[in-house]
């Protein structure tokens, strides 16, 4: 049996170790130090191709921002605005837009992005909202997308919705509505007057 000829570590070689921990211990907090700047100070602008497709293909129609930026230039909990959105119908549901919006403003905390949580917004102010529903007579709605996808949904503690327009045309129960829809963070309410089986009908 071959004698153990090693040898126990120095003083020099536990100091080597120590300062080589140290060196990576620091770069990693530098890194996430760079990494948190980087999501309190990211420009979203470069988004606006991903979030259109993303839309585009939840609702099955296109999709079209004017603009997209943050409204703050350092924050955690930045407010992203967005302007002149189109969401055209779907082919079956005929021509015009179902959705346009003025002008957009939704917050979104960044720091849950770092464990995982995903971003979402947590309040969403809307201005010069049209939207135009469309149900045919087998049930099939615009409003619906290509079904739900998993996960939660969004955490939306604040909606507020000004000068919003609405037209419903529901092919199925033979109702076609037009009127105003406003929220106010505590719940959303819609004024609308058209005709129910031909007769009168408001809402």
């Known amino acids: ?120 917004p947590d309040s969403i102010e809307v201005r010069g909202l049209v939207a135009n529903l469309v149900r045919n007579a087998q049930g099939r709605s615009n409003w619906a997308g290509r079904g739900r996808s998993g996960g939660g949904g969004m955490n939306l503690r604040r909606l507020i919705i000004n000068d919003g327009r609405i037209t419903l045309r529901d092919e199925r129960r033979h109702l076609a509505l037009a009127g105003r829809l406003r929220a106010d963070g505590r719940g959303v309410s819609v004024q609308a007057v058209g005709r129910f089986l031909e007769a009168p009908a408001r809402v």
């Open 1 to 120: 049996m071959e004698p153990d000829i090693t040898t126990p570590d120095t003083a020099q070689d536990i100091k080597h170790r120590l300062l080589n921990r140290r060196t990576i211990a620091i770069s990693l907090a530098a890194l996430a130090l760079f990494l948190l700047l980087l999501l309190a100070t990211f420009p979203v602008g470069w988004a606006k191709g991903r979030i259109e497709k993303k839309l585009a293909e939840s609702i099955g129609a296109p999709v079209s921002i004017g603009s997209l930026t943050r409204a703050e230039s350092f924050s955690f909990t930045p407010t992203i605005v967005a302007r002149q959105i189109r969401i055209a119908q779907p082919a079956w549901a005929g021509t015009g837009d179902l959705v346009r919006i003025a002008d957009a403003r939704a917050r979104i905390a960044v720091l849950p992005a770092l464990v995982g949580r995903g971003l979402s």
